[in-house]
């Protein structure tokens, strides 16, 4: 979708059905998009960019095990994401996960094969609470670098990391994502992992369950998972994977199990970037 002329793809929606825009700049990507608003095909979606802000950390996920994102004012600023286009039902099916944020009007530019830019009135969930309340974790992160791969191959996996400190904008850090899969920590490996998958696993609330099978079973580390043997560990991430994979209802299980395992063998093995 990223290729048609959004005044195109404007009109061709238009014509079918009301249309939401909703900008997204965090973990929403796109396969998670369409499973939250049970979407049976793909989501016309576009990168995009909102101008004079930037994307802050703040509240506090269980699931993520971090601060998670929002957006918030600064100028000469921009936050890079993407557009996708909702009905009125799929809109209100997401606002259902978005706890703790409230759906905002914004105004999110998108580009067309030519180069023009276009202006689009659009959506976006900002935190009702935007204080700093610590750094987001590497699987949370390895999230948005993911979400934004999607969209912006020119991504280079800088990720600054924005905070309100005490009522004042700060760049607390900023995130290299790693070029490697063998690089990532191990929660973060499980994150891209799960949806590289033809039947993407739940996320992020399979990666509680996952790392604690993954306990239980002696590997607490990517060093772990890197030492075993081939065999051993396939053994050990048969057990662990299924138990994901019945807890989500994905199937084929067994074929899901085994995409799985091989991955993980290839990535083990390869130092290549993560690819989308």
């Not at 703790?100 to 009135?121: K, N």
């Amino acid at each position: 979708m990223a290729s048609r002329t959004l005044a195109a793809a404007v009109a061709s929606a238009k014509t079918a059905m009301p249309v939401h825009y909703v900008f997204s700049y965090g973990s929403n990507g796109m396969k998670q998009l369409q499973a939250r608003v049970h979407a049976a095909v793909p989501l016309p979606s576009w990168p995009a960019y909102v101008a004079n802000y930037t994307r802050i950390f703040c509240l506090r996920s269980l699931n993520w095990g971090g601060s998670v994102a929002s957006i918030y004012p600064a100028p000469d600023h921009r936050v890079m994401g993407s557009l996708t286009a909702l009905t009125p039902e799929q809109l209100e099916r997401l606002d259902v996960f978005e706890a703790g944020y409230t759906r905002e009007p914004v105004m999110a530019t998108i580009s067309d094969q030519s180069g023009e830019e276009h202006h689009v009135a659009a959506s976006v969930y900002v935190a009702t609470n935007p204080e700093w309340r610590g750094p987001p974790s590497p699987a949370y992160l390895t999230a948005i670098a993911k979400t934004l791969r999607e969209q912006h191959p020119d991504f280079d996996g800088r990720l600054p990391i924005w905070g309100l400190v005490e009522a004042k904008l700060r760049e607390v850090d900023v995130y290299v994502h790693p070029s490697s899969h063998k690089a990532l920590e191990l929660p973060a490996f499980l994150y891209e992992l799960g949806t590289s998958l033809k039947h993407p696993w739940i996320m992020p609330t399979s990666l509680t369950p996952l790392m604690d099978a993954l306990a239980a079973g002696g590997c607490s580390s990517m060093a772990d998972l890197q030492a075993m043997g081939s065999t051993g560990r396939a053994a050990m991430l048969r057990s662990v994977f299924a138990h994901a994979v019945a807890k989500g209802k994905h199937a084929p299980l067994e074929e899901t199990v085994e995409e799985a395992i091989q991955l993980v063998d290839a990535w083990l093995a390869d130092a290549t970037k993560p690819a989308n």
